[in-house]
């Protein structure tokens, strides 16, 4: 079975509820959704977050990333880049790097903003790079999606998204529809792959 690791850091809840939205479009082909989170970081940047949660979802292993046909990843954006947590996580995976683990295999991006201009496509092309250095082979939404269209709020041609503003978590139908398209559509490139 096609396996597919969603991966994300969420503070308020925005960034999970897309997670679990791509999660269902990747079940929709018949592959497995595998989601994962990462901890906060401490103050220092050097220390994880002891606390790990009683509920939800468990924080992700390399073992995670090795195993999984495909990734997507995402993060609430901040100054226009993927919040410390995720970036953190990233940044350790330099044996991966080196071995070649994720090269070749499909990977996409999504975020969450709390304005309508706070950086979702910045944020989304960031998450990109170190998914580059990994060899992983980008998947975006094609305007074939009717709902990039017509949406006023999230979603866009590099990854999905959502317009958290004044702390909505709810996502809109154009929001879940996109999400749910870019898991489908990797889910389904990995199929292909395998």
Known sequence: MTNILVLYYSRNGSTKNLAHQIAQGVEKTGAQAIIRTVPS?????????PEIPSDGDIYATEQDL?????LIIGSPTRFGNMAAPLKYFLDSTSKLWLKGSLSGKPAAVFSSTSSLHGGQESTLLTMMLPLIHHGMLIVGLPYSEADLHTTTTGGTPYGATHLAAEQN??????????????????????????
């Open 41 to 49: 970081v401490s103050a220092d940047t050097q220390a994880i977050s």
């Open 169 to 194: 978590t709810q996502l809109s139908s154009a929001e879940i529809n996109l999400a749910q398209a870019l898991g489908y559509r990797v889910a389904d490139i990995a199929t292909r792959l395998r």
């Open 66 to 70: 090795v195993n999984c046909d495909g």
